[in-house]
């Protein structure tokens, strides 16, 4: 049997099959990456557990971690991100040379400052916050996470 009869007289299965390939990818990709954005994989490495206990006792312990520190304007812009830090922080993590004290990066501290703003742009909107650049880490870095770790950014066991 040639290819072309192959395909002829089976193209009805194999654009079903195709279909459900990529629902099941598709599925399996989206549950991926809500297990990803969960604050308990957050806090499955040694240098975010401090960061996942001070969320946790925090008032925005109602938001999952990329509520805060992904793009929310584009889901390209959230999934390139979620790669790039995770890439960071799997790095920093398998060498243990975490600093003291986790910081933002530049790109870190605009989106989570972008996120600060969606979320209470009517309670800063008429005030000098927003005027410029505004830098809500600036005066609240300690929300939710506290300012310093007690015994360092890493706690090797």
Known sequence: METGDFLSRNAIK???????????????FGAGFAYADNPRFCGSCHSMQHVTQTWQASNHKQFSCGDCHLPQDSLVAKLYT??????????????????????FTENARVI?????????????????????????????????????????????E
């Open 112 to 156: 989570a400052n972008k996120n600060c703003l969606r979320c209470h742009a009517s309670t800063v909107e008429d005030t000098f916050m927003v005027a410029g650049e505004p830098n809500c880490t600036k005066c609240h870095r300690t929300i939710p996470h506290r300012q310093s770790q007690p015994d360092g950014g890493i706690k090797v």
């Open 82 to 103: 979620k790669g790039e830090n995770g890439m960071r922080h799997t790095y920093h993590e398998v060498l243990r040379d975490y600093p003291d004290n986790i910081r």
């Open 14 to 28: 194999l654009i079903l099959l195709g279909v459900v390939a990529a629902v099941l990818g598709m599925g399996l």
